[in-house]
């Protein structure tokens, strides 16, 4: 369920799909409760109420798994994914590196900082402390 949020740069896409998602394991959640109450109450064996609500829960989800790898083709949906992903990319200068701003207060410091750790990190032979 991870996968949803690098499945996309569009944070708008990505809203949408995981409100998608948690809206189906909410309904798939409850399905399974109301259909549980309902056997427990019409059965009267609680063995067998478990045992018919276990099948009845692997038959949807054999069911779900058929359709996914009979009706998505996912050889054309992993290349428009990857079409579009440069397209966003090109559009949006991803890829190029950020433009860092420092305050020049802050730059210098860490160059001091920069600077004096490295004098102090090298011996007489110009090599870092420690190193052969």
Known sequence: M???????????KRDRMVTNRNALTYA?????????????LLIPSSTTCFTV????????GMI???FYTSQ???????REASRLEQIYRSENNFGKAAKINLSSDVAEAGVAKASMVSKQSLNSSGRRKGAK
């Open 64 to 66: 779900t798994t058929l």
């Open 2 to 12: 991870a996968i949803v949020n690098s499945l996309t740069y569009s944070m708008t």
């Open 28 to 40: 798939a959640n409850i399905t399974v409760l109301s259909l549980s109450l309902v056997l427990f």
């Open 53 to 60: 609500l276990c099948l009845i829960c692997l038959g949807g």
């Open 72 to 78: 998505i083709n996912e050889k054309y949906l992993v």
